[in-house]
């Protein structure tokens, strides 16, 4: 999206607006990777007895995502790997963990009323 908002000019002052602010990039993050974490939780797992094995391959292929996602930021950019990418992988690992929360929460509660 920020790459877009370079040849955008109206698209980039909202842009700026909006993921401006350090927080705001930080809690964009999170989410994301809490819905993707959540979402490939619901699709991939089936049942509680597998869950575990599967709910590490998942926080697997986010990790990867957010691997690529900080690359593919940084091809733009120009630069190399620094503290702030580390930093957002940790940010993106603690959102898709709390998607794994929210999903075993409501998996717990969903098999508890069976």
């Known amino acids: ?3 877009v908002a370079h040849f955008i000019p109206g698209y980039n002052a909202l842009f700026n607006f909006i993921f401006g602010p ?5 809690v964009s993050h999170a989410l994301l990777f809490a819905v993707l ?3 490939l939780l619901t699709l991939v797992v089936e049942d509680k007895k597998d869950g575990w094995p599967r709910v590490l391959l998942v926080l ?3 990790l990867a995502a957010a691997i690529l996602q900080e690359s ?3 091809s733009y950019k120009a630069r190399t790997w620094g503290s702030d990418e580390w930093f957002d992988l940790a940010v993106d690992m603690g959102g898709a963990m709390f998607g794994a929360l929210i999903w075993r929460g409501l998996q717990h509660r ?3 009323l069976r």
């Open 110 to 112: 969903r098999l508890s």
């Open 72 to 74: 593919i930021q940084l």
């Open 37 to 39: 974490g959540f979402l």
């Open 60 to 62: 697997s292929v986010v």
């Open 1 to 3: 999206m920020a790459w």
């Open 22 to 26: 350090v927080w705001m990039h930080w």
